[in-house]
């Protein structure tokens, strides 16, 4: 549905919140819902004691396989919905399921058979104000984002600038296009 252009690929280098390494720190600063994107932050997420409202896994970290604690860790068969997204890419199947998990009654892990990567961007989208998008920030630690509406206007002016029909990206998340 969407792909990243290459001059739009140094606007990701820096974080878009706080980089944390500590992950009860995080939580004690982090608004909820929250929602994990990345295998490793949701391990740690996890191993502090929170279950994030949505998270997104790949069963990868900086393009290698995580190691079999992490994957064991985040093995669980409940509330799972398997999705498939290239790299460089947001595939509406993506977009469906993560709008579509945030309202869940329910943790739900979204395991993502591709990569993972840009789902931070939708994310802030569809998760209410006062919430926080969690993501890894290699090298540095765990960023959280602070669910603002001045947050969604800057994930929406990236997601305006990929290639693809935004519009009905915008549509299936549930954000006025």
């Given at each position: 549905?969407?792909?990243?252009?290459?001059?739009?690929?140094?606007?990701?280098?820096?974080?878009?919140?706080?980089?944390?390494?500590?992950?009860?720190?995080?939580?004690?600063?982090?608004?909820?819902?929250?929602?994990?994107?990345?295998?490793?932050?949701?391990?740690?997420?996890?191993?502090?004691?929170?279950?994030?409202?949505?998270?997104?896994?790949?069963?990868?970290?900086?393009?290698?396989?995580?190691?079999?604690?992490?994957?064991?860790?985040?093995?669980?068969?409940?509330?799972?919905?398997?999705?498939?997204?290239?790299?460089?890419?947001?595939?509406?199947?993506?977009l469906a399921t993560l709008a579509d998990a945030v309202d869940a009654p329910e943790p739900?892990?979204?395991?993502?058979?591709?990569?993972?990567?840009?789902?931070?961007?939708?994310?802030?989208?569809?998760?209410?104000?006062?919430?926080?998008?969690?993501?890894?920030?290699?090298?540095?630690?765990?960023?959280?984002?602070?669910?603002?509406?001045?947050?969604?206007?800057?994930?929406?002016?990236?997601?305006e600038q990929m290639t693809g029909d935004v519009e009905a990206a915008l549509t299936t998340?549930?954000?006025?296009?």
């Amino acid at each position: 549905m969407l792909t990243l252009p290459d001059d739009l690929r140094g606007s990701f280098k820096d974080p878009f919140g706080d980089v944390y390494e500590d992950a009860d720190a995080l939580l004690a600063d982090a608004g909820r819902p929250i929602v994990a994107v990345g295998d490793v932050v949701t391990y740690h997420l996890r191993q502090a004691g929170h279950v994030p409202a949505v998270a997104l896994v790949d069963g990868r970290t900086e393009r290698e396989a995580v190691d079999e604690a992490i994957s064991d860790a985040l093995a669980d068969p409940e509330h799972r919905r398997a999705v498939e997204n290239p790299p460089g890419a947001i595939s509406e199947e993506l977009l469906a399921t993560l709008a579509d998990a945030v309202d869940a009654p329910e943790p739900i892990t979204i395991v993502v058979d591709g990569e993972e990567d840009l789902a931070a961007l939708p994310a802030v989208l569809v998760t209410p104000a006062g919430g926080t998008v969690v993501y890894g920030q290699p090298g540095e630690g765990m960023v959280a984002v602070a669910v603002t509406p001045d947050a969604k206007a800057e994930m929406r002016s990236l997601l305006e600038q990929m290639t693809g029909d935004v519009e009905a990206a915008l549509t299936t998340l549930g954000v006025d296009a």
